[in-house]
């Protein structure tokens, strides 16, 4: 999309707060879920829900006229193809997408003029702590959250070669989706996995579903105040973006100290596109920052960084776009330098 097709008023409409959180509300109530196995009433849906039945019904008749539900006679309505999208259990992981840009986000994103005037996270002024304190304090957020970083493992990884490798360490793995991924490719390895405790508080279930528990040694401990040793690939998928330039060359750091010298680490990420126009990466990029205080990088950025940690990048690999956004993520394998 150039900026010369570019319609400001249509955006500004389609974007309007009043369609996200109007979505929001389908996905926290669990709308399409509950009619995933035929139509109901708004009445019945509020009795279950244990909301207020006309105010539902005006959500429902809203999110009918954005195509995820039909209105019928009745006040009922029916799941749409593109609604079944917001179901809990949907691939992809938009309910949860939603619901964590519903709540917390949405309110940091309110004062999003602190971070403009001071560079600093709006969700800290806000809520008086990090967004990660935040999520280990709240455990239904938390939940949401890891939820919404498992649901999808980067098309990269598919591409990237394992082999060899007898221990992989996944740092900042959350749930384990990822490391599960890698481990039923290469049935010889063994894995590490770790995150905070709040991260990982679902990983055993997963695993031990997945048949994996017994190759997995589950860690839940804050990167910064431990790593792994002994693992012959140190994984860190989107997990850069989360942090500043500073607190990532911090944790770069403490890796390559952790890490023998014949290991390797494989840093994947989104990456913004050093072209003009529309990406979707410049504006994830300030989610990061309202939210977390990180930052989406370029390619280049990405690489300084690794250079500066003490690394040299061996190899790179991008991945095409997840189908239906213009999302672009590159793999960077890097080995550490002057041993």
């Not at 591409?159 to 900042?172: N, R, S, T």
Request: with cysteine; charged share 20%; net charge negative.
């Amino acid at each position: 999309m150039s900026q010369a097709t570019l319609d400001t008023r249509k955006l500004v409409v389609d974007s309007a707060p009043w369609v996200f959180q109007s979505l929001y509300v389908a996905a926290k109530l669990r709308l399409p879920d509950l009619l995933a196995d035929g139509p109901r009433t708004a009445a019945d849906l509020a009795a279950e829900c244990e909301v207020h039945p006309q105010a539902l019904y005006r959500f429902c008749r809203a999110l009918a006229a954005l195509g995820l539900f039909t209105e019928e006679p009745g006040e009922r309505f029916t799941l749409t193809e593109a609604g079944g999208d917001l179901r809990s259990t949907a691939p992809g992981g938009l309910a949860h997408f939603v619901v964590v840009n519903g709540e917390e986000s949405f309110r940091a994103w309110a004062d999003v003029l602190y971070s403009v005037r001071t560079g600093l996270p709006a969700f800290e002024h806000v809520f008086g702590m990090s967004h990660f304190d935040f999520l280990a304090a709240n455990a239904e957020s938390s939940k949401s959250f890891n939820a919404m970083s498992g649901a999808g493992v980067p098309g990269v990884v598919a591409k990237y070669d394992f082999a060899g490798a007898a221990v992989i360490a996944d740092v900042g793995g959350g749930t384990g989706g990822l490391l599960a991924q890698v481990l039923e490719r290469f049935p010889d390895a063994r894995g590490i996995l770790q995150d905070t405790p709040a991260g990982v508080a679902e990983a055993e279930a997963f695993l031990t579903a997945h048949g994996l528990a017994d190759r997995v040694e589950v860690v839940g401990r804050s990167f910064f105040e431990y790593l792994p040793t002994g693992a012959d690939v140190y994984v860190l998928s989107r997990v850069l973006h989360d942090w500043s330039d500073a607190d990532c060359l911090r944790l770069l750091r403490a890796l390559r100290e952790a890490m023998g010298p014949d290991a390797r680490i494989v840093v994947i990420d989104n990456v913004i596109p050093q072209v003009e126009g529309y990406h979707v990466g410049k504006f994830s990029d300030l989610q990061m920052l309202v939210v977390l205080g990180g930052r989406e990088r370029t390619a280049k950025e990405m690489t300084d960084l690794l250079v500066e940690a003490g690394f040299a990048v061996t190899s790179t690999l991008t991945s095409d776009a997840v189908p239906g956004a213009p999302r672009s993520e590159a793999l960077f394998e890097a080995r550490p330098t002057g041993n």
